[in-house]
């Protein structure tokens, strides 16, 4: 028999998923102890020391830039952001997926030059089938619910499959995706490409430069979280 009151919470949600407290997002306790990516590269959002000042570029940028131009991942992935991706991406948390959405777009919401279209990073059709839903593209529904920006699937496609990321270097990630993403019908000049977690950049990378070889001028890439470098 289906434990109906376990349906609803995993998609309306039982207060705040971090204390359990009355309400149906995160507490502003909890709000206050989350952990910030404050310092980061602003091409790829990785950790940087504060002392670098905001406009600097991480040695990875430097050496070998993406075709991504911005990236904006304002929390870092490690507890109990890792816990909130888990439980939305694995468990079918679906208010969880809404609730992290809504903290990404609280970081966006007062962008002084917002994109013309958000496109999430197409699943692998074993993760649809796996999940029973894209991560990414639920995210972009709530993004454009909050931010009034437009959405869209079949735009930007995975024409193939990468071999599991799991284990896998920065270099390794970035030649396993190497060709993985085509793009087609007519995109706009300034898009967004929407994640949750970026870990290496290797899918943003290889996804951003099927978008600028479609003709798109400036890709942002937008997740919930970055995790640091070497984790």
């Not at 609730?99 to 990073?121: K, S």
């Not at 995706?177 to 994640?195: E, N, S």
């Amino acid at each position: 028999m289906v434990n109906k009151w376990k349906l609803l919470d995993q998609v309306f949600g039982g207060g705040c998923p971090l204390c359990r407290s009355p309400g149906d997002t995160i507490c502003r306790v909890c709000l206050e102890d989350l952990p910030l990516n404050r310092y980061a590269c602003p091409r790829c959002a990785v950790p940087m020391p504060q002392d670098l000042g905001p406009a600097v570029l991480c040695g990875d940028c430097l050496s070998q830039a993406p075709a991504f131009d911005r990236t904006l991942a304002p929390l870092l992935y490690r507890p109990p952001i890792d816990d909130l991706v888990a439980g939305f991406k694995y468990h079918h948390r679906l208010h969880w997926g809404r609730i992290l959405g809504d903290l990404l777009a609280d970081h966006l919401v007062h962008d002084a030059a917002p994109p013309a279209l958000l496109l999430p990073v197409p699943a692998t059709a074993a993760r649809l089938r796996e999940r029973g839903f894209n991560q990414a593209a639920e995210l972009a529904r709530r993004l454009a619910l909050r931010l009034g920006i437009p959405w869209r699937t079949g735009l930007l496609l995975r024409i193939r499959e990468a071999d599991h990321q799991q284990g896998l270097s920065g270099s390794q990630r970035r030649r396993n995706m190497r060709g993985a993403f085509a793009c087609r019908g007519r995109l706009p000049a300034r898009v967004a490409l929407i994640d949750d977690v970026i870990t290496t950049g290797a899918t943003a990378r290889a996804a951003s430069a099927a978008l600028k070889d479609a003709g798109v001028e400036w890709v942002e890439v937008w997740a919930v979280a970055r995790t640091p470098k070497g984790h």
